[in-house]
T-cell receptor, first 113, second 114 residues
Framework: QKEVEQNSGPLSVPEGAIASLNCTYSDRVSQSFFWYRQYSGKSPELIMSIYSNGDKEDGRFTAQLNKASQYVSLLIRDSQPSDSATYLCAVNMFGSSASKIIFGSGTRLSIRP | DGGITQSPKYLFRKEGQNVTLSCEQNLNHDAMYWYRQDPGQGLRLIYYSQIVNDFQKGDIAEGYSVSREKKESFPLTVTSAQKNPTAFYLC?????????????FGPGTRLTVL
């Protein structure tokens, strides 16, 4: 079992709809969770970090964390063509230093007009 | 403008050559990291450093070397011992390297072995 798992996609969502991206992780003591967006050929850019159970909203983005189920998700409301990218889930395993962040292999999201 | 710079953007290496990738940050971050990304895969940690003159191996350090002589700089050398070096290399930094730190990435260097 991979430490951080994501569906590779592609996930195709119509423009204006809600895109839902999911991530599961294996380590129960993980404390820090991150979502990065990566456009083709570019470096990852941080969208959201979340540390506590529940929802965290920032503009059109909502991160949801359920530590009991070892599950973190990212919702993108009112999806735009510019949201088409690969989304990387990252989890700080073992609750230790930032060097223990494990990245998932990413979900490719395509927003169709 | 604060940020992380990497150079060159593209690098071509002949087999048997060592090459050095540059990473500089002016964010005053203590911690710096090097990752490798292969197509369709997540990022894998090569080396990291939380303080000047100290660094630790990540998951895939074989065939790579680093130095951290200045807080701002963390160059990565890809040696001839690295058997499959063609990849996208990403440098990142974070404030202290603590468990809640967010890592910020440079633009990356794409290395191709000819």
């Amino acid at each position: 079992q991979k430490e951080v798992e994501q569906n590779s996609g592609p996930l195709s969502v119509p423009e204006g709809a809600i895109a839902s991206l999911n991530c599961t992780y294996s380590d129960r003591v993980s404390q820090s969770f991150f979502w990065y967006r990566q456009y083709s050929g570019k470096s990852p850019e941080l969208i959201m970090s979340i540390y506590s159970n529940g929802d965290k909203e920032d503009g059109r983005f909502t991160a949801q964390l359920n530590k009991a189920s070892q599950y973190v998700s990212l919702l993108i409301r009112d999806s735009q063509p510019s949201d088409s990218a690969t989304y990387l889930c990252a989890v700080n395993m073992f609750g230790s230093s930032a060097s223990k962040i494990i990245f998932g292999s990413g979900t490719r999201l395509s927003i169709r007009p | 403008d604060g940020g992380i710079t990497q150079s060159p953007k593209y690098l071509f290496r002949k087999e048997g050559q060592n090459v050095t990738l540059s990473c500089e940050q002016n964010l005053n971050h203590d911690a710096m990291y090097w990752y490798r990304q292969d197509p369709g895969q997540g990022l894998r940690l090569i080396y990291y450093s939380q303080i000047v003159n100290d660094f630790q191996k990540g998951d895939i350090a074989e065939g790579y070397s680093v130095s951290r002589e200045k807080k701002e700089s963390f160059p990565l050398t890809v040696t001839s011992a690295q058997k499959n070096p063609t990849a996208f290399y990403l440098c990142a930094s974070s404030i202290t390297g603590g468990p809640r730190d967010t890592q910020y990435f440079g633009p990356g260097t794409r290395l191709t072995v000819l």
